[in-house]
């Protein structure tokens, strides 16, 4: 929309692309990133109880959202350790969500429905690789869900608090002209990293995951919700 002055006006266009992580924002695991990681530490020689394992635990907590390969680079500083703690990661993660340790949060696809319906798409991302985001996918039964899912490796290699999943959701799917009618939503403070450097005008925080109110906002956080459940709700009355 082009203004009197010939400046072109977005504030009434509407935000036709949703980025939305999943675990912990559209997905609960009930801790599984956690056992995962306790289960690929031990692999390479951490025990559980020691000191080192509690110093990485609280590592991985603290980077809840982040790409896992970049967590495992910066706990053991070498390459070929970080990849095999990461398949490690990525099996265990594989065998817990196998054993239907994983369900939707309340609300969640209805939303992504209500969402889709209204004609905007509707992105899922994640931190982890894409064969355990397609074993998640499997487990909930959401395949078709959404037009486009993405990892860190479809879109270069740089998971979060890169803006690259973002940004790639902008370019792959064309749903929006200006990234500021982008609407992005996650759990964790790197997911509000990666929505305010990817210049979306929506990045709203929900208290269903890893972080609370204070990280959330202090992150970058637009607007912190209670779930992702009130966010079609957000989004509308940002058009109003």
Same mark, same amino acid.
């Not at 894409?130 to 740089?158: H, K, S």
């Not at 964790?188 to 925080?205: E, H, N, P, Q």
């Given at each position: @929309?082009? &203004?009197?002055?010939?400046?072109?006006?977005?504030?009434?266009?509407?935000?036709?692309?949703? *980025?939305?992580?999943?675990?912990?924002?559209?997905?609960?695991?009930?801790?599984?990133?956690?056992?995962?990681?306790?289960?690929?530490?031990?692999?390479?020689?951490?025990?559980?109880?020691?000191?080192?394992?509690?110093?990485?635990?609280?590592?991985?907590?603290?980077? @809840?959202?982040? &790409?896992?390969? &970049? *967590?495992?680079?910066?706990?053991?500083?070498?390459?070929?350790?970080?990849?095999?703690?990461?398949?490690?990661?990525?099996?265990?993660?594989?065998?817990?969500?196998?054993?239907?340790?994983?369900?939707? =949060?309340?609300?969640?696809?209805?939303?992504?429905?209500?969402?889709?319906?209204?004609?905007?798409? $509707? $992105?899922?991302?994640?931190?982890?690789?894409?064969?355990?985001?397609?074993?998640?996918?499997?487990?909930?039964?959401?395949?078709? =869900? *959404?037009?486009?899912?993405?990892?860190?490796? /479809?879109?270069?290699?740089?998971?979060?608090?890169?803006?690259? @999943?973002?940004?790639?959701?902008?370019?792959?799917?064309?749903?929006?002209?200006? *990234?500021?009618?982008?609407? $992005?939503?996650?759990?964790?403070?790197?997911? @509000?990293?990666?929505?305010?450097?990817?210049?979306?005008?929506?990045?709203?925080?929900?208290?269903?995951?890893?972080?609370?109110?204070?990280? =959330?906002?202090?992150?970058?956080?637009?607007?912190?919700?209670?779930?992702?459940?009130?966010?079609? /709700? =957000?989004?509308?009355?940002?058009?109003?």
């Amino acid at each position: @929309m082009t &203004s009197p002055t010939g400046i072109t006006d977005i504030s009434r266009d509407p935000y036709n692309l949703v *980025v939305l992580d999943m675990a912990g924002t559209t997905v609960a695991d009930g801790g599984l990133v956690e056992q995962a990681f306790s289960a690929a530490a031990q692999r390479l020689g951490v025990q559980p109880g020691s000191d080192e394992h509690a110093r990485q635990l609280a590592y991985v907590r603290a980077t @809840m959202g982040e &790409s896992k390969i &970049s *967590v495992f680079r910066h706990l053991f500083d070498d390459e070929d350790r970080a990849q095999d703690a990461n398949t490690a990661f990525e099996e265990a993660y594989g065998e817990l969500v196998d054993g239907g340790r994983i369900a939707p =949060l309340p609300g969640a696809r209805e939303a992504i429905e209500r969402l889709a319906a209204e004609g905007r798409t $509707v $992105v899922l991302t994640t931190g982890f690789a894409r064969t355990t985001q397609d074993a998640i996918l499997a487990a909930l039964g959401w395949q078709g =869900l *959404v037009p486009l899912t993405l990892c860190p490796a /479809d879109a270069g290699g740089r998971g979060r608090p890169y803006p690259d @999943m973002v940004l790639a959701a902008f370019l792959r799917t064309g749903a929006v002209d200006d *990234v500021r009618r982008i609407a $992005v939503a996650g759990d964790t403070s790197y997911d @509000m990293l990666s929505g305010v450097r990817s210049g979306a005008g929506i990045v709203a925080g929900v208290l269903t995951g890893a972080h609370d109110k204070d990280q =959330l906002t202090r992150h970058g956080a637009t607007h912190v919700l209670g779930s992702v459940a009130e966010l079609p /709700d =957000l989004i509308a009355r940002a058009e109003a």
